[in-house]
């Protein structure tokens, strides 16, 4: 069975560094594009980019390009988002799922999410 | 990005009821498109891909159809674990886009 499992909560500062995690199990990962998605509170879904573990290939989608940093560690299964210097408006839910289709089209197994809280 | 456009906001329909959910894409997707149920507190689940193919384990009540620009998602009839918010995404251009979604509830 397919497993996703994201890391905890963050409360962080603006300005502060963060990095979050999305860790599949076994080989979920291989040969699957991996995709980044965030939920605002109270809002919708918002795709911001696919990285391709197996060979690191990113896409950034122009609303998130320069915003936020997509890396992977296929060694473990595990996909990275980076934040080098956070914004009270990045907070937020923040998915990860791995993607099925030719393309990375669509989530088929998602994390649990991430919670981010940016506040002085 | 390609504009998505759910309707209605928001349903509410009772228990045993059929229900049609519409989705109206800004530019023509083929049949490259996705629908999900997200619940309160849960990540999104997706049921179904390709506009008509049922994802795993998503019980027969779910169905899409469409192709184009107008896409529909069918739930047959409403059992209680149904009531929930519904996305469709694209993904026939970079990047995906989600529509805004359909709150289902309880009449």
């Known amino acids: 069975e397919v497993q996703v499992v994201q890391s905890g909560a963050e409360v962080k500062k603006p300005g502060e560094s963060l990095k979050i995690s999305c860790k599949g199990s076994?080989?979920?990962?291989?040969?699957?594009?991996v995709g980044w998605v965030r939920q605002m509170p109270g809002k919708g879904l918002e795709w911001m980019g696919i990285?391709?573990?197996?060979?690191?290939?990113?896409r950034y989608s122009p609303s998130f390009q320069g915003q936020v940093a997509i890396s992977a560690d296929k060694s473990i299964s595990t996909a990275y988002l980076h934040w080098s210097s956070l914004k009270a408006s990045d907070t937020g839910m923040y998915y990860c799922?791995?993607?099925?289709?030719?393309?990375?089209?669509?989530?088929?197994?998602w994390g649990q999410g991430t919670l981010v809280t940016v506040s002085s | 990005e390609v504009v998505m456009t759910q309707s209605p906001a928001t349903l509410s329909v009772s228990p045993g009821e059929r229900v049609t959910l519409s989705c109206q894409v800004g530019?023509?997707?083929?049949?490259?498109l996705a629908w999900y149920q997200q619940k309160p507190g849960q990540a999104p689940r997706l049921l179904i891909f390709?506009?008509?193919t049922r994802a795993t384990g998503i019980p027969a009540r779910f169905s899409g159809s469409g192709s184009g620009t107008e896409f529909t998602l069918t739930i047959s009839s409403l059992q209680s674990e149904d009531f929930a918010v519904y996305y469709c995404?694209?993904?026939?251009?970079?990047?995906?886009?989600f529509g805004q979604g359909t709150k289902l509830e309880i009449k």
């Open positions: 799922a791995r993607l099925g289709g030719v393309y990375g089209d669509y989530g088929d197994y």
């Open positions: 390709g506009a008509s």
């Open positions: 076994r080989n979920s990962f291989t040969n699957y594009w």
């Open positions: 995404q694209q993904y026939n251009d970079w990047p995906p886009s």
């Open positions: 530019q023509r997707a083929n049949t490259n």
């Open positions: 990285i391709y573990p197996s060979d690191s290939d990113t």
